[in-house]
């Protein structure tokens, strides 16, 4: 603290995983910019003493065909045409074969992937254009369903609404990670994340003591309406380590059980990650939640269905999971409403 003009140094490409600090010197850095840009940013600002010079793609989502991304993170190339050439046959290699893909995007396209790309539940250049700014998603009036994912009581659960516009075939999610309130310094440690700071912005809530507090949860689900403006449907959970909860709640609301597994929410799975590749689906800017979504891993099936795996994803997953039992509703709902429409026509 007594040196005048303290100066650090972080050098850095991309990681094949996003539990590192890179990720969020870049994030905070990008914002900075952006609010900057747009007039939102107030002088005295601790980011206006950081300089970041970050080498990356404008547009991620065209590493396979645009020779404009390959040189805006590889800049030197552009003089360099002999680099160039290897830059782009790295690309045909990373194309034809996902064992090179991981390391071609990262190292080549400073593109942050999380883990293998054929065990991810989806991308950040596939999460582009899912966040919308704060305050942009007005729940008033809106119908929704609550996902529930309630895990061991030391560890994090998730609380989950998402409305499905069908006129405008447009689905919008919201999500709460509940922590013990007494974990919230050995938590920040492990999985690197501000806690604390995820609280003030209302993303998170600390929850009892050393185990979270499940009164508290069904308190804040029932208190959905009256906070959000919300119209609750109905609530879907994972009967893990929900069943004592689910009757209480059933006494207000429409209750599910979500079976896990394939045979369960492989349909709310998938729809859920065709939502997000379509950018048919949004949420309010939340670090949390898209750190939940990069951490997530797959487990496919042999029949070629799929749901999350908790087991093998770097990180938390809950706010994930909580959509997807959401989603399971909304699913439900669309094929209930089509089999009493249609004919069966047998062929």
Do not use: C
């Not at 920040?188 to 994340?193: R, W």
């Not at 898209?290 to 269905?305: G, H």
């Not at 399971?328 to 409403?337: H, P, T």
């Amino acid at each position: 603290m007594n040196i005048i003009n303290r100066t650090g140094i972080l050098i850095s490409t991309a990681y094949p995983s996003l539990s590192n600090p890179m990720t969020d010197q870049v994030e905070r850095i990008e914002k900075y910019l952006l609010k900057k840009k747009n007039g939102e940013e107030q002088s005295g600002s601790s980011q206006e003493k950081v300089f970041g010079l970050i080498y990356k793609p404008d547009n991620p989502s065209e590493w396979k065909t645009s020779d404009d991304e390959l040189l805006k993170a590889n800049p030197l190339a552009i003089e360099n045409t002999d680099s160039l050439e290897v830059l782009k046959k790295k690309r045909r290699d990373a194309i034809e074969s996902e064992t090179e893909r991981s390391n071609f995007l990262t190292k080549h396209m400073n593109i942050f992937i999380n883990g293998a790309i054929n065990d991810t539940f989806v991308t950040s250049e596939e999460m582009e254009g899912i966040e919308v700014p704060v305050g942009s998603i007005d729940w008033a009036d809106k119908e929704v369903y609550v996902g529930l994912d309630l895990s061991q009581s030391n560890d994090n659960t998730a609380v989950a609404i998402t409305h499905y516009d069908k006129d405008e075939d447009i689905m919008y999610g919201k999500t709460w990670i509940f922590y013990p309130a007494m974990r919230e310094d050995e938590k920040q440690k492990v999985e690197g994340i501000n806690y604390a700071r995820a609280s003030e912005e209302g993303l998170s809530i600390p929850s009892g003591d050393m185990v979270i507090d499940y009164d508290q949860i069904e308190q804040f689900v029932l208190d959905l309406e009256r906070n959000f403006g919300v119209i609750v449907k109905g609530v879907g959970y994972d009967p893990w380590n929900a069943p004592a909860m689910a009757v209480r709640l059933s006494k207000e609301y429409d209750v599910y059980k979500i079976t896990q597994g394939d045979s369960g929410v492989y349909p709310a799975t998938k729809w859920l990650k065709e939502k997000i590749l379509k950018k048919e689906f949004h949420f309010e800017e939340n670090n949390l939640l898209m750190a939940n979504f990069l951490n997530a891993k797959k487990k496919t099936s042999d029949t070629m269905s799929y749901h999350l795996n908790k087991k093998q994803s770097d990180g938390k997953i809950d706010a994930v999971a909580a959509l997807v039992d959401s989603v399971a509703l909304w699913d439900a709902e669309i094929v209930e409403e089509s089999n009493s429409t249609s004919e069966l026509f047998i062929i």
